[in-house]
């Protein structure tokens, strides 16, 4: 049974920083996984994602802010993220699918993934 679990979230003051979680049951290392997320009102947005070999894609707005990786046992995915601004401020979801991922740009779309976790809130105040 598939099941992706976030945590993390949290509220922070500009310039801070969080550590976001996801423990993904029922994957393989054969797999990708990305973090989104969406402000209120508007839509999901990618933030970054990684491929079944490590390598990974960040959105404009968080490169060189935000750090994506995976544990050990690659059913673990993790989001470092420095320096938030409150634009950052929005519901982040960790999402997964099968498959080696090779290609990078799609994997920042949320309709290549097949399986979400419930999402984690982060506020950022200024």
């Known amino acids: 049974q598939v099941q992706l679990v976030e945590s993390g979230g949290g509220s922070v003051q500009s310039g801070g920083s969080l550590r976001l979680s996801c423990v993904a049951s029922g994957y393989s290392s054969r797999s990708f996984m990305g973090w989104f997320r969406q402000p209120p009102g508007k839509e999901r947005q990618g933030v970054a994602a990684?491929?079944?070999?490590?390598?990974?894609i960040y959105a404009d707005s968080v490169k060189g802010r935000f750090t994506i990786s995976r544990g050990n046992a690659k059913n673990t995915l993790y989001l470092q993220m420095n320096d938030l601004k409150p634009e950052d401020t929005a519901l982040y979801y960790c999402a997964a699918n099968s498959g080696y991922g090779f290609s990078l740009s799609p994997l920042l779309k949320p309709q290549v993934y097949s399986d979400w976790g419930q999402g984690t809130q982060v506020t950022v105040s200024s």
């Open positions: 990684i491929n079944s070999v490590g390598t990974t």
